[in-house]
């Protein structure tokens, strides 16, 4: 088990940034990947960004070129830096930590942090 804790959500105007950060309650290293979705009212819950123990990334088309996901292992923390924010990235954010054993899949998720964009 781990908790998740995520911080940084708030109200930023088209344009703006914002930076969302993840604690866990244990080291991160033990993950496969580290992750964050978002889920717009109404829809559902998709990938923002990933990044594996080795540090290899992955982007939602929707985001790459303007958000940046790091990993601090030694702090336990996720982070993502979100730059040229737009309406659409309206959401409520979510950490996702990862574990593989096997055939078998973890998922473990924050409670949601809300990122409102203003046009």
């Known amino acids: 088990q781990v908790q998740l804790v995520e911080s940084g959500g708030g109200l930023v105007q088209a344009g703006g940034s914002r930076r969302l950060s993840c604690v866990a309650s244990?080291?991160?290293?033990?993950?496969?990947?580290m992750g964050w979705y978002r889920q717009a009212p109404g829809k559902q819950r998709e990938l923002v960004a990933v990044?594996?123990?080795?540090?290899?990334?992955n982007y939602a088309d929707s985001v790459q070129g303007r958000f940046t996901i790091s990993r601090d292992n030694a702090k336990n923390t996720v982070s993502l830096q979100m730059n040229s924010l737009k309406p659409e990235d309206t959401a409520v954010y979510y950490c996702?930590?990862?574990?593989?054993?096997?055939?078998?899949?973890?998922?473990?998720w924050g409670q949601g942090t809300q990122v409102t964009v203003s046009s």
């Open positions: 990044i594996t123990t080795d540090t290899s990334t």
């Open positions: 244990r080291s991160i290293f033990s993950f496969n990947s």
């Open positions: 996702n930590a990862r574990l593989r054993v096997a055939r078998d899949e973890y998922d473990y």
